[in-house]
Structures are given as C-alpha cells and as structure tokens.
C-alpha cells in the first residue's frame, strides 16, 4: 500500500492535478466548494481536457460551499461530457474532499479547491490499497445515488458491505447510508484507550459534550492531551472567540494547546504514535452531526512516524496558548450555554 500526506493546499493541488492528468479510466471526484479559480492549477481546463479524452469523469459538489462555481464552468464541463452533481438538503451539507483515480488511488482529507485557500496549510493523504478503495468506491456510490446519478457500473458499488479483516487503513464516513456515529464511535474507542497521548488538529474547535468528556477523562488519567488550532481562522471574530473560549476551558483542564500563525484547515487525531486520522470533519456539532463527512484511519507505522513528524513541525512552529490569551465577557455566557446544549 503506498501513501504520500500533503500538508499544504497548493501541494495537494498539485498532486491531485497529476493524478488526474495521468488516469486512464476514470476520475471521481466530490468535493464542498469547488470554486474554478485556482491560478496556476487549472481543474477546470484538466477535466475537460480527460473527458476529451474519452476518460469518464464525475463530480459531485455541494451546492452551497460550490455556489461560487459559474454556470459556463458546469456547462462547460458537461458539454466536455463530465457528468456533474449537486448534493442539496436544507441543513445538511456535502463537507467530504475525495477524489478516486482509476478506482486504485483515492485522496481524502480537508482541502478544498477555491482561490482563497492557495496559502493555507491543510492536509491530505493520497492512498492505494484495495480494502480501502472498495470502502471508499461504495461510499462515492451511495452519495452519487443520492444526488440523482444513473450510472449502472457505479450503483453496482453499492450493497451490503463486507466484513472487514485485519487492514491497516480503513475508511470511515458519517452522514451517508445511514451511518451517522461511525466517526464519532472512532474517536471514542481510540480516546477512550489512549494510554500516553492525543493529539488533535482542527480549525473550528467547538467539541460537543461526549467528546469534552472523553478528553477530560483522557486527562485524568495522566494521558498527554494537545490541541492545535490556528490564531485567526477565516471565519471572523465569533469563531476566533469560540476556539479561543474552548482553549481557555481545555487549558484550565489540564490540555496543552499551541496557536498556528497561519491558517491552518487540517482536520487529525493521532494517538499515543500508535493510530491516526485524517479527514474532513471538524471538531464542531456540524461535522458530528448534520453533515456528510469522510475520513481514513490507519495505524501503519511509517504512516503514523511521517504524521508525528509533521505535527511536530507545526507545534514548534506555533504559540503556546494560554489563558491570559482570552479574557472573558458577559457575552461567553452565551458560549457556554451552547457548550452545554451540545
């Protein structure tokens, strides 16, 4: 099985251009916003030029975060002969970033592709493997159907999934078919065990009440908990003021928390060097609740020692948090009401 991670989001761009340019069959691609903008990574003239081709080619994109995508763009690219979906639901949202080569090689993780994210840090793993192909094939399929795909070939994914053996990566998703605690069951079973260290990476930290109480217990019984968030996130001054909030409350508990100077959009769990995950979802009530999420779990050793590495170059690059960091106002009453709620 081969792996390469990315961390920022123009290397990920890059690699995933030239998986596209180089398959053969088939590229399947969903993705929250895609924006057409890309200066210097053309997806938009790559997919044509692949369905020109003659390579088949589906995108399915959520129609809120891809709202920014033109109409000539989507005409464009189906006169191309790119078949092109739209995830639409009222509350829930398409928030997964996969792209399937040639059914052999699938790239998942937390980058999107829109102009604006050109300098952000973020991270994405490129993997093979056939148990983990197939897993993450029968969730593209189940999504495709439910945006309204026809595809035979690609329906015939679908079906009653196999028992899983012994692998050393293995997707997971949420929202999708039914399945929506198979994340949050992940992150339970492997904090719940954690024995020496938890390391969490996400850029919106707004943690709902189980997963406060596993790291508290994680906490509790000596395990070393670090959370890393960025300094400013895209989202303005209320999502600034909840992850710093959430941070002063973690701090106090006992957490050891480190602010990225840039923005940083990775979504991880490693723990204690032993199991890792990257995905899409965020540490927040939306990415454990009402949206679509995917994600892949491994505990492969060169994998998990490359992970380390990177989060270690990230701490060492970051601030320590500390709680003279946030001073509180009346208003974080209201922050932790919600905390509450959720």
């Given at each position: 099985?081969?792996?390469?991670?990315?961390?920022?989001?123009?290397?990920?761009?890059?690699?995933?251009?030239?998986?596209?340019?180089?398959?053969?069959?088939?590229?399947?691609?969903?993705?929250?916003?895609?924006?057409?903008?890309?200066?210097?990574?053309?997806?938009?003239?790559?997919?044509?030029?692949?369905?020109?081709?003659?390579?088949s080619i589906i995108l399915i994109l959520d129609s809120f975060g891809s709202a920014g995508l033109s109409s000539s763009a989507i005409r464009n690219l189906r006169l191309a002969g790119v078949?092109?979906?739209?995830?639409?639901?009222?509350?829930?949202?398409?928030?997964?970033?996969?792209?399937?080569?040639?059914?052999?090689?699938?790239?998942?993780?937390?980058?999107?592709?829109?102009?604006?994210?050109?300098?952000?840090?973020?991270?994405?793993?490129?993997?093979?493997?056939?148990?983990?192909?197939?897993?993450?094939?029968?969730?593209?399929?189940?999504?495709?159907?439910?945006?309204?795909?026809?595809?035979?070939?690609?329906?015939?994914?679908?079906?009653?999934?196999?028992?899983?053996?012994?692998?050393?990566?293995?997707?997971?998703?949420?929202?999708?078919?039914?399945?929506?605690?198979?994340?949050?069951?992940?992150?339970?079973?492997?904090?719940?065990?954690?024995?020496?260290?938890?390391?969490?990476?996400?850029?919106?930290?707004?943690?709902?009440?189980?997963?406060?109480?596993?790291?508290?217990?994680?906490?509790?019984?000596?395990?070393?908990?670090?959370?890393?968030?960025?300094?400013?996130?895209?989202?303005?001054?209320?999502?600034?003021?909840?992850?710093?909030?959430?941070?002063?409350?973690?701090?106090?508990?006992?957490?050891?928390?480190?602010?990225?100077?840039?923005?940083?959009?990775?979504?991880?769990?490693?723990?204690?060097?032993?199991?890792?995950?990257?995905?899409?979802?965020?540490?927040?009530?939306?990415?454990?609740?009402?949206?679509?999420?995917?994600?892949?779990?491994?505990?492969?050793?060169?994998?998990?020692?490359?992970?380390?590495?990177?989060?270690?170059?990230?701490?060492?690059?970051?601030?320590?948090?500390?709680?003279?960091?946030?001073?509180?106002?009346?208003?974080?009453?209201?922050?932790?009401?919600?905390?509450?709620?959720?």
């Open positions: 099985m081969g792996y390469r991670f990315y961390t920022t989001s123009q290397s990920a761009w890059k690699g995933m251009l030239s998986a596209i340019a180089n398959a053969k069959k088939s590229i399947y691609l969903e993705m929250y916003i895609f924006q057409g903008d890309t200066e210097g990574y053309d997806f938009l003239s790559v997919l044509k030029k692949k369905a020109d081709e003659g390579v078949e092109v979906l739209f995830f639409s639901h009222w509350f829930r949202r398409l928030h997964r970033k996969i792209l399937i080569i040639d059914e052999r090689t699938v790239f998942l993780g937390g980058v999107n592709i829109g102009g604006m994210y050109a300098l952000w840090k973020d991270m994405q793993v490129r993997v093979t493997g056939k148990r983990l192909l197939a897993s993450s094939l029968r969730s593209f399929a189940r999504v495709y159907e439910e945006c309204g795909g026809k595809n035979a070939a690609i329906l015939s994914r679908l079906g009653k999934e196999p028992l899983l053996k012994k692998t050393k990566t293995w997707f997971i998703e949420h929202g999708i078919g039914g399945k929506w605690l198979q994340i949050r069951e992940h992150y339970e079973e492997h904090i719940g065990k954690a024995e020496r260290s938890i390391t969490l990476v996400t850029p919106y930290f707004f943690p709902r009440r189980w997963l406060i109480a596993r790291l508290h217990e994680a906490i509790l019984r000596g395990v070393l908990v670090e959370i890393i968030i960025p300094q400013h996130t895209d989202q303005g001054w209320l999502m600034d003021r909840i992850n710093y909030f959430q941070l002063a409350f973690f701090t106090k508990l006992g957490a050891f928390c480190f602010l990225s100077l840039e923005m940083n959009h990775s979504k991880i769990l490693l723990i204690d060097d032993r199991v890792g995950m990257v995905g899409s979802g965020n540490l927040d009530p939306l990415s454990f609740g009402w949206n679509a999420e995917a994600g892949v779990f491994f505990d492969r050793a060169a994998m998990i020692r490359d992970l380390r590495k990177i989060l270690e170059e990230w701490k060492s690059d970051a601030l320590s948090f500390t709680t003279e960091m946030f001073q509180s106002h009346w208003h974080d009453v209201f922050l932790a009401f919600l905390r509450r709620l959720f």
